[in-house]
């Protein structure tokens, strides 16, 4: 049984890592892969931020995964469409080809993706919480330290951050059906946000890589 459930979540995470793929590659879709809005685990403002859901398995195995994938995906255009910026006839488009995919897989998931978007929380003037504050979703704590976070009840310098992010990285090209050696070549590169929190970015020929997620696709 054991066995069964890492081989349904490879799948699913292959399955989702196909969709953020296609849509990171639709033609004028610069302005949904990344803005200047926080992200958070549960509030995604744009591309980069679902493939960094992916890349920290937020999206659990089965329904209620697929259901905050498909939001998270549907909301990076909706928050478009329902501002009616510049970009939303794009978005328009955009969505409605990855609300096509989801349905392929759920109708209920491409129903999902159409109405979700994310909260904008500059409206009620809390941009950035406090870099200590506790975090209310079961996710570690913000630390108002620069250099080190809790990681299993031990601290983290930043070499032992880039060390376990190449880890990751072996391990999740071998997820997704690829082999360690395809990144062997890749370094990591682990620096502060102005929140305390930490970005790690892959690199490989002075090409920088956001998320585990843009290696695979490259």
């Known amino acids: 049984p054991k066995d069964d459930m890492e081989v349904k979540r490879r799948k699913q995470l292959k399955k989702m ?12 879709g610069e302005p949904f892969q990344e803005c200047t809005k926080t992200s958070s685990p ?3 403002f744009d591309l980069a931020a679902v493939g960094d859901n992916l890349d920290k398995a937020v999206y659990k195995l089965g329904r209620s995964g697929w259901v905050q ?9 909706n928050r478009h469409i329902q501002r009616k910026t510049k970009y939303s006839n794009t978005a328009k488009n955009h969505r409605n080809e990855i609300t096509q995919m ?7 998931l491409a129903v999902e993706a159409n109405k ?5 929380s500059e409206k009620k003037g809390n941009r950035k919480r406090p870099a200590d504050s506790g975090d209310t979703n079961g996710r570690l704590p913000k630390k108002a330290s620069g250099d ?14 880039e060390t376990k992010a190449i880890h990751d990285l072996y391990k999740y090209i071998e997820e997704v059906g690829g082999e360690r050696q395809q ?11 102005n929140d305390g929190r930490f970005d790690v970015n892959f690199f490989s020929e002075n090409r920088r890589f ?9």
């Open 17 to 28: 890592t196909k969709i953020l793929s296609r849509a990171w590659e639709l033609p004028d």
């Open 42 to 44: 549960d509030n995604a």
């Open 69 to 77: 994938f498909s939001r998270d995906m549907g909301g990076v255009y």
């Open 102 to 108: 989801l349905g392929k897989i759920n109708e209920a």
């Open 116 to 120: 979700h978007c994310p909260r904008d």
């Open 148 to 161: 080190k976070s809790k990681n299993g009840g031990e601290t983290m310098t930043i070499v032992e951050r």
């Open 183 to 193: 990144v062997s070549s890749f370094s990591s590169r682990a620096t502060k946000k």
């Open 210 to 218: 956001r998320s585990m997620v843009e290696v695979a696709r490259f």
